[in-house]
């Protein structure tokens, strides 16, 4: 069963600085997806990517936001420069083939101050 | 993918079932619907998901009305830890990747 980790769980920052977001996927996934979680917006789609490649980076908010995935096993999230109103958790989750279902990690909450 | 339509939040008795409406009334011949759920600050889980037929798995249980314009999932004996938040997704290809939307999703409370 695929698994999704991701790190830091919890990351403060000062506004201004940058962010990065890790995800590793464990296996057995062809697509990967990073959503953002706030009260007031609930769970956004930001991007997703099919075996390796970017497919729709419309939920990204700006261009300070850019991800990339350098293999199967690696994605990243990066923020630059952060603002607080980025401050959320943000979702990695990636397809699994037994069912089609999705499997989401953890999440990493950010809090730009 | 068609939109969904959820009660914003229910009560449960532990050890009762729980049953979960979702309203999709433009969904179409193609798309399938998918229930995940949230429990708090973890990310969302599978659950379960449908064509036109019933479904049933170890977690739930789900039931697609003939027109297949509404939809209940059902967890036949509610325990404390089924307190989450539940998702009902309608979405095309099941076999294919592609973007699971999220709407605000049912906030079931299971109690004592």
């Known amino acids: 069963d695929a698994g999704v980790i991701q790190s830091p769980r919890h990351e403060v920052t000062e506004m201004g600085q940058e962010v990065t977001l890790r995800c590793k996927p464990i296996s057995g996934h062809d697509y990967l997806f990073w959503y953002r979680q706030t009260m007031m917006r609930g769970l956004e789609l930001l991007i997703y990517f099919n075996n390796n490649v970017p497919i729709d980076d419309s939920g990204m908010p700006e261009d300070r936001f850019s991800a990339k995935m350098p293999n199967a096993s690696f994605s990243t999230l990066k923020i630059q420069p952060s603002e607080p109103r980025d401050s959320a958790v943000y979702f990695c989750?990636?397809?699994?083939?037994?069912?089609?279902?999705?499997?989401f990690g953890s999440g990493t909450r950010l809090t730009v101050v | 993918d068609a939109k969904t339509t959820q009660p914003t939040s229910m009560d449960c008795a532990e050890g009762r079932a729980a049953n979960l409406p979702c309203n999709h009334s433009?969904?179409?011949?193609?798309?399938?619907v998918y229930w995940y759920r949230q429990i708090h600050s973890q990310g969302p889980q599978y659950i379960i998901h449908g064509l036109k037929n019933n479904e049933t798995n170890e977690m739930a249980s789900l039931i697609i009305t003939e027109d297949r314009k509404s939809s209940t999932l059902i967890l036949p004996h509610a325990t404390l830890r089924d307190t989450a938040v539940y998702y009902c997704i309608v979405r095309v290809s099941y076999n294919q990747g592609g973007k699971l939307i999220f709407g605000q999703g049912t906030e079931l409370s299971v109690k004592p």
């Open positions: 433009t969904i179409s011949g193609n798309e399938y």
């Open positions: 989750a990636v397809r699994t083939g037994v069912n089609y279902g999705y499997t």
